[in-house]
């Protein structure tokens, strides 16, 4: 994905990029689990490293990203979802019901700081405050009322619709556009990047103390348990 971004951006002949996921119920299931689960430090590192570069590229990108949300965002998919300019979400339906939303404190973990700030920042503090803290997952028809998602379709509509708003973005000026975008998103980048250390530190110290390893393993039998159920 970072390396798409970075493709895209050296190519000043391309405006905008539309983000998708292969699976068509499923945007992006988040972070993998497994990667702070009894971790190596070294690895660790790299993997949270790994991931605030894929927001700073993606929130920061000079492209006009449009999110094609098809299926599940939860946690880092929401991540993904944000840093887009304008999103797109499959609707409700009989045979799916798309969630999308920041639910790490049900997993025992929470959200970064400029994650967190991203949510507070497009559907309000006080909503934010309770989501944060409950985990909720919304519904893409919920996601609407609060700013969360901008559009809602059938889900055979996502792809296209999101092809037809790219088009629509990239009509706007480059250079207009993008003083734009970072009239509201740079303060956020710099902050981001003055304390990306501090964060690292935060994250893997937050992530190999025993409480939260404990929480993690008691998840993930959850999880296993439910698949032999089924």
């Not at 490293?49 to 449009?66: E, H, K, M, P, T």
């Not at 990047?193 to 530190?201: C, F, G, I, T, V």
């Amino acid at each position: 994905m970072s390396g798409a971004i970075k493709d895209a951006e050296s190519d000043r002949s391309i405006q905008t990029l539309v983000l998708k996921s292969s699976k068509p119920t499923i945007f992006s299931a988040g972070l993998d689990i497994l990667e702070m689960k009894e971790p190596q430090l070294d690895r660790l590192k790299k993997f949270w490293s790994s991931f605030q570069q894929l927001y700073v590229d993606l929130y920061g990108s000079r492209l006009a990203c449009i999110a094609s949300i098809q299926g599940h965002a939860p946690a880092a998919g929401c991540m993904l979802a944000l840093s887009c300019d304008y999103r797109i979400m499959s609707a409700s339906s009989e045979s799916s019901a798309p969630t999308i939303g920041l639910n790490e404190s049900k997993l025992g973990i929470v959200a970064p700081p400029w994650l967190g700030q991203q949510f507070i920042d497009t559907i309000g503090r006080r909503r934010a405050e309770k989501a944060l803290t409950l985990g909720t997952l919304f519904t893409p028809e919920q996601a609407l009322a609060m700013d969360l998602v901008d559009e809602v379709v059938p889900a055979d509509q996502v792809e296209e619709r999101a092809v037809e708003a790219a088009h629509e973005w990239a009509k706007i000026p480059p250079a207009a556009r993008v003083a734009s975008k970072m009239l509201i998103r740079q303060d956020r980048l710099n902050d981001m990047k003055a304390k990306r250390q501090a964060d690292l530190d935060h994250f893997v110290g937050f992530v190999t103390n025993e409480k939260t390893q404990a929480s993690l393993k008691a998840y993930l039998e959850l999880l296993a348990s439910k698949g032999r159920k089924k």
